[in-house]
């Protein structure tokens, strides 16, 4: 089994699933149903969202580990240790977090970052544009120069 294996496994399975997109996290792709992670394939296995109530059933399951990051357990996480990973052991282990990300809220989508103001910029000859010279920078002392000569 390698990652994009994987990666087809999770797709066929949660195909059906609803709006569901990726993203790239954790070294891998992230499955998001509804702006909410799903699950995420990576070559060191498979990360799932089952919820507290259906976390030790999840671990139950072959090669099945809770989530640890930074020394602390996340509840409601599981990690599937690729050796573990079939075909079908993907698609019982999405069966337990399908329901529970479903009922979840869906996320509303963020504005797009807006950018920093810039300087007002000018047009060269050539079409290209550029920011204007520092007060005291040779290039806008030329530029007042020329300015006064015409």
Same mark, same amino acid.
């Not at 030790?56 to 090669?63: I, M, N, S, V």
């Not at 300087?119 to 290039?139: E, F, L």
């Given at each position: 089994?390698?990652?994009?294996?994987?990666?087809?496994?999770?797709?066929?399975?949660?195909?059906?699933?609803?709006?569901?997109?990726?993203?790239?996290?954790?070294?891998?792709?992230?499955?998001?149903?509804?702006?909410?992670?799903?699950?995420?394939?990576?070559?060191?296995?498979?990360?799932?969202?089952?919820?507290?109530?259906?976390?030790?059933?999840?671990?139950?399951?072959?090669?099945?580990?809770?989530?640890?990051?930074?020394?602390?357990?996340?509840?409601?996480?599981?990690?599937?240790?690729?050796?573990?990973?079939?075909?079908?052991?993907?698609? &019982?282990?999405?069966?337990?977090?399908?329901?529970?990300?479903?009922?979840?809220?869906?996320?509303?989508?963020?504005?797009?970052?807006?950018?920093?103001?810039?300087?007002?910029?000018?047009?060269?000859? &050539?079409?290209?544009?550029?920011?204007?010279? &520092?007060?005291?920078?040779?290039?806008?002392?030329?530029?007042?120069?020329?300015?006064?000569?015409?």
């Amino acid at each position: 089994m390698n990652e994009l294996e994987l990666q087809a496994w999770v797709r066929a399975v949660v195909s059906s699933a609803g709006a569901v997109s990726e993203v790239k996290m954790f070294g891998g792709i992230g499955f998001m149903l509804n702006g909410n992670l799903l699950a995420g394939a990576s070559r060191r296995g498979l990360l799932l969202r089952v919820g507290s109530d259906r976390e030790a059933e999840a671990l139950r399951q072959p090669g099945a580990r809770p989530m640890v990051m930074r020394g602390r357990t996340m509840p409601g996480y599981v990690y599937v240790d690729p050796p573990a990973l079939t075909a079908s052991s993907v698609s &019982a282990c999405l069966a337990l977090a399908i329901p529970y990300v479903s009922t979840l809220p869906p996320k509303r989508k963020r504005a797009a970052k807006r950018k920093k103001s810039v300087p007002a910029t000018q047009v060269t000859p &050539a079409g290209k544009r550029r920011r204007p010279a &520092a007060r005291n920078s040779p290039r806008a002392r030329k530029t007042r120069v020329r300015g006064r000569r015409r």
